[in-house]
């Protein structure tokens, strides 16, 4: 039968990354959709030549990759040409996702996604399950597992779905609040439970 979706989301330092490598640990076929977001823009696929021929070949590397931080900066304030590359990119995103999901050889299939919700992915889904942790933890998390200011980590917080958005396209929620022996232990129980289900549902 194939593999229904579950969709696994949470703030950035929330620990979804840590909890869907335990899942992928089990057994289950794990796709990172930031992971599909970068493979779109490698070279020799066909919207980073899109890209180059909007911006110029400024934003290349000298080993021909996208130079995301250059990028970045162009579309910074200029909301137009966000917009341009969002149309060119979701679609192809959700390509990829899709095609790597559809490989799937366990019972169920994860997508893990920091904006599962806000980019509309959740659709590609059959059950969400939210990583919550309060907010004092995921800023020290991020702040040390990227070396950042708790500055730069509030903006991003701020950027991101409102936790309580967030929670109510929940139909499970993990609550990330002990050391990684506890949060293993509560992947290892929805595990069970997952298994159990039909299409992601009881
Ligand atoms: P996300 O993918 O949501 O941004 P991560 O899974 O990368 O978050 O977790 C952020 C950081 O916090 C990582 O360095 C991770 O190892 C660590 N971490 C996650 N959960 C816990 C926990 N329960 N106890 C201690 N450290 C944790």
Redesign the pocket.
Known sequence: MKPWILGLT??????????AEHFASLGIHMVDADHAARWVVEPGRPALARIVERFGDALLLPDGQLNRAALRERIFKAEDERRWLEQLLHPLIGQEIASNLAQAQSPYAILVS?LLVESGQHRMTQRVLV?DTPEHLQLE??M??DQVSEEQVRSILKAQALRDDRLKHADDVLL?D???G??HQQVERLHQFYLGLRGGQP
Do not use: E, F, Q
């Not at 949470?10 to 909890?19: E, F, H, R, T, Y």
């Open positions: 949470g703030g950035i330092g929330s620990g979804k990354s840590a909890a920091p990583v998390r991020t040390r597992r990330n002990g050391d990684l506890h949060l």
